[in-house]
Nanobody
Framework: QVQLVESGGGSVQAGESLRLSCAAS????????MGWFHQAPGKEREAVAI???????DYADSGKGRFTISQDKAKRTLYLQMNNLKPDDTGMYYC??????????????????????????????WGRGTLVNISS
């Protein structure tokens, strides 16, 4: 069972920055896709940024130019650097991991509604999230 633990959330003002981290326990496959997902209050969870085991990245339009996803394989840690934060960025941020085939640009184009409370997006494991609050 893979465990993902997010940290780094907090309350900041618009225009400031935060760096989220996601510590992952062992994932048996050397090929994978990891991602950050944002769930605003009262809304569904949406993909924000993805990175695969080869280091290829992609972003939702809302985060392009402001967010940077990265990974430290030695530390088994995923990061999301968020700059110039906006009030719309408020919400829970979740990291997830799945097969490398989950890393497709279309992941940003739809809402994968949960089934029995479990989200898909091609991801196999999800963290519990970290809360980000941006005040104007």
């Amino acid at each position: 069972q893979v465990q993902l633990v997010e940290s780094g959330g907090g309350s900041v003002q618009a225009g400031e920055s935060l760096r989220l981290s996601c510590a992952a326990s062992s994932y048996t496959s050397s090929s994978y896709c990891m991602g950050w997902f944002h769930q605003a209050p009262g809304k569904e969870r949406e993909a924000v940024a993805i990175i695969d085991s080869d280091g290829s990245t992609d972003y939702a339009d809302s985060g392009k130019g402001r967010f940077t996803i990265s990974q430290d394989k030695a530390k088994r840690t995923l990061y999301l650097q968020m700059n110039n934060l906006k009030p719309d960025d408020t919400g829970m941020y979740y990291c997830a991991i799945g097969g490398q085939e989950a890393c497709v640009s279309t992941i940003f184009d739809y809402i994968d509604y949960p089934i029995d409370g479990i989200y898909g997006y091609g991801m196999d494991y999800w963290g519990r999230g970290t809360l980000v609050n941006i005040s104007s």
